[in-house]
């Protein structure tokens, strides 16, 4: 398993953007998949940014075109860029890392071996 830590969450109004990072600590795997999950209150935590160790980038519909995933291998952190933010896009954020090589990197939560504390990001219209 790997620690994960969130940071950059916070209030912001419709429009806005926020930089949410993820620092890791340092693992070492041959494959891995990094994402970045949201959940609000009494919902299944959603998936909504996968980065795969191959470089390949995945984003859940809603979130396609504003939210951006990045992975700094030489720091360890995991980044999420989100633009043009919507009152939906109101959860906590988590990012969780699936370290094993043949790790599909989807959005299936069940994927997942490690997690983070979360951030709060909120979005007032």
């Known amino acids: 398993q790997v620690q994960l830590v969130e940071s950059g969450g916070g209030s912001v109004q419709t429009g806005g953007s926020l930089r949410l990072s993820c620092k890791a600590s340092r693992f070492y795997a041959s494959g891995y998949c990094l994402a970045w999950f949201r959940q609000t209150q009494g919902t299944n935590r959603e998936g909504v940014a996968m980065?795969?160790?191959?470089?390949?980038?995945t984003y859940a519909d809603s979130v396609k075109d504003r939210f951006t995933i990045s992975w700094d291998n030489a720091d360890n952190t995991l980044d999420l860029q989100i633009n043009s933010l919507k009152p939906e896009d109101t959860a906590t954020y988590y990012c969780?890392?699936?370290?094993?090589?043949?790790?599909?990197?989807?959005?299936?939560?069940?994927?997942?071996?490690?997690w983070g504390q979360g951030t709060q990001v909120t979005v007032s219209s």
């Open positions: 969780a890392a699936d370290l094993r090589p043949w790790s599909i990197c989807n959005a299936n939560r069940h994927f997942y071996e490690s």
């Open positions: 980065f795969k160790s191959d470089g390949t980038t």
